[in-house]
């Protein structure tokens, strides 16, 4: 199955601190991206990264991908309350497949 | 622009029933997918629309059926309601240049089947 698998299910940390989540998957893919829920609400999209990319940021967020252990890992610095949220990894479709395959997702949580 | 809207927010249904939910996408994207979402399956994709085809369909039974307009809007309905579909049902719409795509989802509906 192309579905992610994060790790860990659910992480509590103390604001300021820095949280990472990981992703794995079992075959190739053309992109991954990760997306941001709150509370049972709509998805918010934060970083797309290629298969060909290793690294990409966006403000306080840092996604790698690694594709020969099949993993990404999501870097969130300097923790916010506001941070306080699911996190998923999805793998995008080929082109033409607008299809994503979610993972089960991270539970963070941010104590003030 | 404004995002993706969906309505109705919240629906309680009873099994047996039908329902039809309504999705409109950003103004400009023309792909719009839908979800499900549940505690025990995860986020599950149902089906992408694209210029009023069914572009892709995930493994969902023949009861889950959608369709888009030519504005791009679309519906899914689910017909002969079961406990199990009670969910979240989520829209996104994606443009359809740049790949890879990323995709813009609405705030969901709630649906509830008793």
């Known amino acids: 199955s192309q579905q992610g698998e994060e790790d860990p299910q659910a992480l509590s940390i103390q604001e300021g601190e820095n949280a990472t989540m990981n992703c794995s998957y079992k075959t190739s893919i053309n992109n991954l991206q990760w997306y941001r829920q709150n509370s049972g609400r709509g998805l918010v999209h934060l970083i797309l990264i290629r298969s060909n990319e290793r690294e990409k940021h966006s403000g306080r967020l840092r996604v790698t991908l690694d594709t020969s252990k099949k993993s990404s890992s999501l870097l969130i610095t300097a923790s916010r309350a506001a941070d306080t949220a699911s996190y998923f990894c999805?793998?995008?479709?080929?082109?033409?497949?607008?299809?994503?395959?979610f993972g089960q997702g991270t539970r963070l949580t941010i104590n003030p | 622009k404004a995002g993706v809207t969906q309505t109705p927010r919240y629906l309680i249904k009873t099994r047996g029933q039908q329902v039809t939910l309504s999705c409109s996408p950003i103004?400009?994207?023309?792909?719009v997918s839908w979800y499900q979402q549940t505690p025990g399956q995860g986020l599950q994709f149902l089906f992408e629309?694209?210029?009023?085809?069914?572009?892709n369909k995930g493994n969902f039974p023949g009861r889950f059926s959608g369709r888009q307009f030519s504005n791009s809007r679309s519906e899914m309905n689910v017909s002969t309601l079961e406990l199990g579909d009670s969910a979240l049902y989520l829209c996104?719409?994606?443009?359809?240049?740049?790949?890879?795509?990323?995709?813009?989802f609405g705030p969901g509906t709630r649906l509830t089947v008793t």
């Open positions: 103004s400009g994207h023309r792909s």
């Open positions: 999805a793998i995008g479709g080929p082109q033409g497949a607008q299809k994503l395959v």
């Open positions: 629309y694209f210029s009023e085809t069914q572009r």
């Open positions: 996104a719409s994606s443009p359809i240049t740049g790949f890879p795509y990323e995709q813009y």
